[in-house]
């Protein structure tokens, strides 16, 4: 059974850092592409971040040069570092792995709040 863990979220200032983690079981994430998704009250899921299972990744215009993400793979667990944050990115976070089924990854995690004061 495949399950993802999603940690480190949190209440920061603007300007500061978070560093999310999405931790896996049932499923080796190297292998696989994960990405790290969000939604904020009233608005649709969007993109925020994507690792191809061979390294490559891959983000939204709105984070890209503020965010990385990576894995450890010893760890199976995958990674958001999030710098530089502004209000708006103020949302529940949620990592995904597994293959495309329509566009969308098979596996989800339950989320973790990130909340930005000004």
């Known amino acids: 059974q495949v399950q993802l863990v999603e940690s480190g979220g949190g209440l920061v200032r603007a300007g500061g850092s978070l560093r999310l983690a999405c931790a896996a079981s049932?499923?080796?994430?190297?292998?696989?592409?994960v990405s790290w998704h969000r939604q904020a009250p009233g608005k649709q899921r969007e993109f925020v971040a994507d690792?191809?299972?061979?390294?490559?990744?891959d983000y939204a215009d709105s984070v890209k040069g503020r965010f990385t993400i990576s894995r450890d793979t010893a760890k199976n667990t995958v990674y958001l570092l999030m710098n530089s944050l502004k209000v708006e990115d103020t949302a529940a976070y949620y990592c995904?792995?597994?293959?495309?089924?329509?566009?969308?990854?098979?596996?989800w995690g339950q989320g973790t709040q990130v909340t930005v004061s000004s």
């Open positions: 049932g499923i080796i994430l190297s292998n696989n592409g």
């Open positions: 995904a792995t597994g293959p495309l089924i329509n566009g969308r990854r098979t596996y």
């Open positions: 690792i191809a299972w061979y390294g490559i990744t």
